[in-house]
């Protein structure tokens, strides 16, 4: 059976800040997105399936965030649709539409490594996993030449503001809605400890609330901070740290006032810094190092969170 495998970055935004809400609803946004150690993995196999129809399963990897919040008990795959709204769905589609009909169908399976609605961009991982995979495949059924690098990117924006990157990873400055990238140079790989919510925020939501809370304020368009490139750039720790934001985080405690006590054990714990991931309700724990990453894990595990040391961006 012919089959193409992908792998896709989930991320966290080391920095994030969002200007007033535009008339189409989304946000100009001044992002800066790293990759992190948690990957998700999408395999296309062509089946003898007839019609133009897409099937997908979802798998757990285990050992990952989504592994222990499933062993804990707080996440179900029911929760991933497999349906046409499955984000991977929607991107082998945005593919197959671009190549001459397929003989036979087309399976899906997604490994799941990243949080669902876990402020990580699992979801944009998958299709950005999936235009890579599907596009692969198409190219060798039909003989005709594979979709470029640009032509790929500009279904990715099509499909959310997060796949962009999740196809480039890395490290890379997002402006517009976030999709519109900039590669950035990063020095040795961060040690971050990621802290799985026990539930799940949806991102609209998210950016509702912060609406919501600036409502009388005067909203500045947002920038990236000097000196927080640089700081990237060398891979310290400690000259990252104060600089980490996210705009969205009052927004992300307001929907989930419990995050305030994971933050507070991230300080606790030694951490330089502690953030909500995007729009939550992962939170990221910056480390000065491997060792203490691993021990701050160790103390979110004991206390029942799903927490992984991870590193940023992957070796
Ligand atoms: C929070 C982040 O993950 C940070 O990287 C992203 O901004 C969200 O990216 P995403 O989930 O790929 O977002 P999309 O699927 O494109 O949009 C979902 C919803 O988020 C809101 N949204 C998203 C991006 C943006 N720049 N402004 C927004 O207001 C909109 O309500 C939109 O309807
Ligand atoms: N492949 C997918 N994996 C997970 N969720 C998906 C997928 N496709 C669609 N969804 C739907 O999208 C919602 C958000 O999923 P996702 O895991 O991408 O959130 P997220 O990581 O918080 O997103 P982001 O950080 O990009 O805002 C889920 O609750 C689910 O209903």
Do not use: W
């Amino acid at each position: 059976m012919l089959a193409e495998r992908a792998e896709a970055p989930g991320k966290v935004n080391l920095f994030f800040a969002a200007g007033p809400r535009r008339a189409d609803g989304y946000h100009e946004v001044a992002s800066l997105y790293c990759a992190v150690s948690a990957t998700e993995v999408v395999t296309a196999t062509l089946t003898r399936a007839t019609g133009a129809d897409v099937a997908v399963d979802v798998a757990v990897v285990p050992g990952s965030l989504v592994a222990q919040q499933e062993a804990a008990g707080s996440f179900s795959l029911d929760g991933v649709p497999t349906d046409a709204s499955n984000l991977a769905v929607r991107a082998a589609h945005a593919v197959l539409e671009l190549f001459p009909p397929l003989v036979g169908g087309l399976h899906l399976t997604i490994d799941k490594a990243v949080p669902v609605a876990g402020g990580m961009g699992g979801g944009s991982a998958d299709a950005a996993a999936a235009l890579v995979a599907v596009n692969r495949l198409a190219a060798r059924v039909s003989g005709r030449p594979a979709l470029d690098d640009d032509a790929l990117l500009g279904l990715a924006a099509r499909l959310g503001a997060d796949v962009p990157f999740a196809l480039t990873g890395g490290a890379a400055v997002g402006t517009g809605t976030g999709a519109e990238l900039r590669p950035v140079r990063t020095g040795t790989a961060l040690h971050l400890v990621l802290v799985a919510g026990t539930g799940g925020l949806s991102t609209p939501a998210v950016y509702a609330e912060l609406d919501r809370l600036r409502e009388h304020e005067d909203v500045p368009a947002p920038e990236l901070p000097a000196g927080l490139e640089r700081a990237l750039a060398t891979g310290s720790a400690a000259e990252l740290a104060p600089l980490l934001r996210n705009d969205l985080q009052p927004a992300a405690l307001s929907l989930a006032p419990e995050l305030e006590d994971v933050l507070a054990a991230g300080r606790a714990a030694g951490a330089l810094t502690s953030i909500v991931s995007g729009s939550g309700p992962t939170t990221a724990h910056l480390a000065p190092d491997a060792a203490a990453a691993q021990e701050q894990a160790a103390r979110f595990t004991r206390r029942g969170l799903a927490a992984l040391a991870v590193t940023a961006p992957p070796a």
